[in-house]
Nanobody, 119 residues
Framework: QVQLVEYGGGLVQAGGSLRLSCAAS????????MGWYRQAPGKQRDLVAR???????NYADSVKGRFTISRDNAKNTVYLQMNSLKPEDTGVYYC?????????????WGQGTQVTVSS
């Protein structure tokens, strides 16, 4: 099993910054990719940013240049620094991980943390 605990989130004015973090707890899985997804009210859950164990990253077009994802492999923790926030960044942010064990890959989700950007 992999447990994800998220920190951060909250209410911020447009143009402000927030930092999210997510720690993965496991004793038997290799944590490959870690990422953040966002779900706005009435919309589907979409990828915001993802980082792999190799440190390669990908971002949604809407956040490029404003958000930065990073990770501490030793702590199995991923961070999302969000700058120049916009009201359309509002939503529940979910941490996600791809965990590998004995050649099989599993996806795990955090409980979600609310980010609200006021105009």
């Amino acid at each position: 099993q992999v447990q994800l605990v998220e920190y951060g989130g909250g209410l911020v004015q447009a143009g402000g910054s927030l930092r999210l973090s997510c720690a993965a707890s496991t004793s038997s899985f290799f944590i490959n990719a870690m990422g953040w997804y966002r779900q706005a009210p009435g919309k589907q859950r979409d990828l915001v940013a993802r980082i792999y164990s190799t440190d390669s990253t990908n971002y949604a077009d809407s956040v490029k240049g404003r958000f930065t994802i990073s990770r501490d492999n030793a702590k199995n923790t991923v961070y999302l620094q969000m700058n120049s926030l916009k009201p359309e960044d509002t939503g529940v942010y979910y941490c996600n991980t791809e965990a590998v064990r004995q050649g099989a890959t599993f996806a795990y989700w955090g409980q979600g943390t609310q980010v609200t950007v006021s105009s």
